[in-house]
């Protein structure tokens, strides 16, 4: 997706330096936790380091925090060594992961978000991002079936029939009556509708990565209507993006 890289060590930063240098590979898994052999939140925040990987061919920039007996060269060998990742291109934030199901995005990835904003304003452009709304459709189709409420759902079924039959599609993957497919035409008729519940979703805190940008303060601005349109993101949100400012 991002194609050819070129790995860099950029201003690799340690979280927080300790007197006795990067740890040892023993310290490390001595505080591990019983759990996938990973260590708590704590240790990670205060011992792991985060690395910066530069893309050539676009511009963009990685930050991934790795354990502290982990380099760059690791990472180009075994991609799984990293913890969690951002990307930031110019002035916008996004695809922040958090590969170690143990750790929260809102916790693993904030370190990343502090360092990638610091850059991001220096050229004294408004730092952005771009958030993924992984979820919606499931959400959506709960409210559709009565097992979580949503203002925004209720109001297009008495007002707008046709806007919801296109959001039930998008949602449940099921095509409309004398529709044989989830098209072009349910995504259009389903937009302002989509992007509607797209903002609820948001200001309910159900997108993981928002979440992440709201601790710095940033504010959604718009949703992106099929900003995504991989088969896999048009399943789990509609292809909806959520554009965020940083304030």
């Known amino acids: 997706k991002y194609g050819r890289k070129m790995f860099v060590?950029?201003?690799?930063?340690?979280?927080?330096?300790?007197?006795?240098?990067?740890?040892?590979?023993?310290?490390?898994?001595?505080?591990?936790?019983?759990?996938?052999?990973?260590?708590?939140?704590?240790?990670?925040?205060?011992?792991?380091?985060i690395h910066h990987i530069e893309n050539s061919e676009n511009g963009s920039r990685e930050y991934v925090l790795l354990p502290p007996e982990k380099t760059l060269s690791d990472v180009s060998a075994d991609p799984s060594v990293k913890f969690a990742s951002i990307f930031r291109h110019r002035n916008i934030?996004?695809?922040?992961?958090?590969?170690?199901?143990?750790?929260?995005?809102?916790?693993i990835c904030k370190p990343l978000v502090e360092v990638a904003l610091k850059e991001a304003g220096e050229n004294g452009e408004q730092p952005q991002a771009i958030a993924s709304l992984s979820g919606l459709c499931a959400w959506v189709d709960s409210a559709i079936r009565g097992k979580v409420h949503s203002e925004e759902l209720s109001r297009l079924k008495k007002t707008d029939q046709a806007s919801f039959e296109a959001v039930q599609a998008i949602a449940t993957g099921i095509p409309r009556s004398g529709h044989s497919v989830v098209g072009?035409?349910?995504?259009?008729?389903?937009?302002d509708g989509w992007k509607s519940l797209s903002k609820e979703y948001v200001l309910q805190g159900m997108s993981e990565e928002c979440n992440l940008y709201e601790q710095r303060d940033a504010r959604l601005v718009d949703i992106e209507h099929m900003a995504d349109r991989s088969p896999s993101y048009l399943q789990s949100a509609g292809g909806?993006?959520?554009?965020?400012?940083?304030l």
């Open 240 to 246: 909806a993006m959520a554009r965020l400012f940083f």
């Open 184 to 191: 072009v035409g349910t995504y259009r008729d389903a937009e």
């Open 93 to 107: 934030l996004f695809a922040a992961r958090s590969f170690r199901d143990q750790y929260s995005l809102e916790d």
């Open 9 to 49: 060590v950029s201003r690799t930063r340690r979280l927080v330096r300790s007197g006795h240098g990067i740890l040892s590979q023993i310290s490390f898994r001595s505080s591990s936790s019983a759990r996938g052999d990973l260590p708590d939140l704590a240790f990670v925040l205060e011992n792991f380091s």
